[in-house]
């Protein structure tokens, strides 16, 4: 939840300029629409996800359209290759925030949802759903995280910003440096709607894991406020102790774990 939590925050803070606490704290509230949508139905929430991820990677593909990348430079940077040990930590963590392995149960489990024989036939067929199902989520997830790659090494690494680490710094530039208002907008909603998409998706994992391995049944929304109150306390901390200055570095951390 971490991530999820901080991701928003952020992103909340530079469409509004409200302080990183009150956005951690803001997040909470998204446990209600969390609830309200498990009253709607699985299919609408599904629908709710899709439309999340097309919002982020509408905002990230229209950026690299402004930002124009070079297409050699880019098929170059799909070859695998570390400068040192600082960049095989944040290959981790975009492995991590890629892959994010709870969700490999939730796909297995929103194709159990649909209505199929429970013969050979039948369960041979789900299976490839679920293989399909996988498939395409995760190479969405990887060319989002392409298209973010991309961005930043257009925008800010070929014209000799190498210092850019922190998404608030790299918000203020991207408007300076593209020479249009509409990018940092775009990224900042690309971050809420990130954040919120991860959160339904973790907390339905997050469900499907506990009533599977252990049985023990909750209602969801309260799970959801549980685990999302005991993450926040984590940013909270950090932010009160020291600013918000460090808090991409748990942002990496969380991702690294995963």
């Given at each position: 939840d971490l991530a999820e939590i901080i991701g928003m925050a952020i992103g909340i803070q530079l469409l509004t300029g409200l302080p990183l606490i009150w956005g951690v704290l803001l997040t909470v509230a998204d446990t209600f629409l969390f609830l309200l949508l498990q009253r709607w139905g699985i299919r609408k929430m599904e629908a709710f996800i899709i439309a999340l991820v097309g919002i982020i990677g509408l905002s990230f593909l229209t950026e690299m359209f402004i930002a124009k990348p070079d297409l050699g430079e880019v098929a170059l940077g799909f070859i695998p290759k570390l400068q040192n040990e600082e960049a095989l930590y944040i290959a981790i963590g975009?492995?991590?925030?890629t892959v994010m392995p709870h969700n490999l149960y939730l796909h297995s489990a929103l194709v159990q949802t649909r209505k199929f024989s429970?013969?050979?036939?039948?369960?041979?067929k789900v299976l490839k759903y679920n293989f399909i199902d996988?498939?395409?989520a995760l190479n969405l997830a990887f060319f989002v995280n392409a298209f973010i790659l991309i961005l930043a090494g257009t925008v800010f690494y070929k014209s000799g910003r190498t210092d850019v680490a922190e998404i608030k710094q790299a918000h203020e530039l991207l408007s300076?440096?593209?020479g249009t208002n509409l990018a940092p907008t775009l990224f900042a909603i690309a971050l809420i709607a990130a954040g919120q998409s991860s959160t339904i998706t973790g907390t339905l994992a997050g469900q499907i894991v506990m009533e599977g391995y252990?049985?023990?049944h909750i209602t969801p929304w309260i799970r959801r406020l549980i685990t999302r109150l005991i993450a926040v306390i984590p940013a909270v901390a950090v932010i009160l102790i020291n600013g918000e200055n460090n808090i991409d570095d748990l942002l990496i951390l969380s991702q690294v774990i995963l």
């Open positions: 975009i492995i991590g925030a429970r013969d050979e036939k039948g369960i041979k996988s498939a395409i300076p440096m593209l252990l049985q023990l």
